[in-house]
């Protein structure tokens, strides 16, 4: 019977830190997405800048350029 359980436990553990190997790995997938989404931001307002509000409006409506 304890054998059973200590094999429970070193099951339940290698399953908590897969888990946590995969939020980790999330958590920095995330961290690069919102990282990605800043750059476009700034690279968006720069285009809108050089470019003038006019064609950046007209991508606006096509759905080229979300805010």
Known sequence: ???MDAMDK???LEDDVRILKNAEKI???KER???AKTE???EIK???SV???NYAG???KKGGIKK
């Open 1 to 3: 019977m304890k054998k």
């Open 10 to 12: 070193k099951y339940q």
């Open 27 to 29: 958590k920095a997938d």
């Open 33 to 35: 997405m919102v990282s």
């Open 40 to 42: 476009i931001s700034k």
């Open 46 to 48: 720069a285009l809108k």
């Open 51 to 53: 470019m003038g509000k």
């Open 58 to 60: 007209e991508m606006n």
